[in-house]
T-cell receptor, first 113, second 116 residues
Framework: QKEVEQDPGPLSVPEGAIVSLNCTYSNSAFQYFMWYRQYSRKGPELLMYTYSSGNKEDGRFTAQVDKSSKYISLFIRDSQPSDSATYLCAMSKSGGSNYKLTFGKGTLLTVNP | EAGVTQFPSHSVIEKGQTVTLRCDPISGHDNLYWYRRVMGKEIKFLLHFVKESKQDESGMPNNRFLAERTGGTYSTLKVQPAELEDSGVYFC??????????????FGAGSRLTVL
């Protein structure tokens, strides 16, 4: 079983739609949960991260973590064509190994004008 | 602030040849990491430098891979001899030290390696 599972999509939505992206994981030692956005031919760019369970909001983006279910989500409100990219979830343990990120495969999102 | 810079952006070599990838981290970032994405797979950790010292190279696939960071500034990742399965995108990332919480990594655009 992979440590992190993420549906690769692709996901295609109309402009203005609410987008829901999610990952499941199996390692209960993960404490930091991150969402990266990657445009074509670019490196992953950190969108936001959450520590342990709970929600975090940043503009049109909301990250949710449910540690009891080992399930994390990223919601994008009022999606824009500029949101079209691959979204990667990543996780790490706390403490000295917090640099070792475990990634999902990424979900390719297209927002159509 | 300049980001993480990687060179070359794309390298095409034949099996058995040698390739050296270079990474310039963000100035002042003591931590430097190499990650790799093989086609169809997830991005995976290769190794971690703190300044010039290798802290963790548990992700390095085998001894055909050699990473260095002389002087604690830029880093190189050499693959010698290259095999077909080494094809993929090699990402470099850097971060500051002293963070007690999440370690915020800034990634470069990656070096795409194609081994024929």
């Amino acid at each position: 079983q992979k440590e992190v599972e993420q549906d690769p999509g692709p996901l295609s939505v109309p402009e203005g739609a609410i987008v829901s992206l999610n990952c499941t994981y199996s390692n209960s030692a993960f404490q930091y949960f991150m969402w990266y956005r990657q445009y074509s031919r670019k490196g992953p760019e950190l969108l936001m991260y959450t520590y342990s369970s709970g929600n975090k909001e940043d503009g049109r983006f909301t990250a949710q973590v449910d540690k009891s279910s080992k399930y994390i989500s990223l919601f994008i409100r009022d999606s824009q064509p500029s949101d079209s990219a691959t979204y990667l979830c990543a996780m790490s343990k706390s403490g000295g190994s917090n640099y070792k990120l475990t990634f999902g495969k990424g979900t390719l999102l297209t927002v159509n004008p | 602030e300049a980001g993480v810079t990687q060179f070359p952006s794309h390298s095409v070599i034949e099996k058995g040849q040698t390739v050296t990838l270079r990474c310039d981290p963000i100035s002042g970032h003591d931590n430097l990491y190499w990650y790799r994405r093989v086609m169809g797979k997830e991005i995976k950790f290769l190794l971690h430098f703190v300044k010039e010292s290798k802290q963790d190279e548990s992700g390095m696939p085998n001894n055909r891979f050699l990473a260095e960071r002389t002087g604690g500034t830029y880093s190189t990742l050499k693959v010698q001899p290259a095999e077909l399965e080494d094809s993929g995108v090699y990402f470099c990332a850097s971060s500051q030290t002293g963070h007690s919480g999440a370690n915020v990594l800034t990634f470069g655009a990656g070096s795409r390696l194609t081994v024929l």
